[in-house]
């Protein structure tokens, strides 16, 4: 079994500290539940392929989908 740098609830919060536009380092122009939506997106995706670990890697996934889906980080 792989081993996780953090649990799916935790990665939803790590995720959320750069994307979020309520604070986050890097804030998207979506809503929280978006950004939710696509976190669950990557890990459902890695953990079919086993390439899922919960790391930054990871996170630039979700990244990537939400500018797929026309998301932007928001103007400083």
Do not use: Q, W
């Amino acid at each position: 079994m792989k081993d996780f740098l953090m649990g799916s609830d935790e990665f939803h919060d790590y995720v959320l500290s750069f994307y979020s536009g309520g604070g986050g380092i890097y804030p998207f122009n979506c809503s929280d539940d978006t950004i939710r939506s696509a976190t669950s997106l990557i890990i459902d995706a890695g953990m079919n392929s086993e390439t899922f670990a919960a790391d930054s890697v990871d996170r630039e996934k979700v990244r990537a989908v939400l500018e797929t889906l026309g998301y932007k980080e928001a103007a400083a």
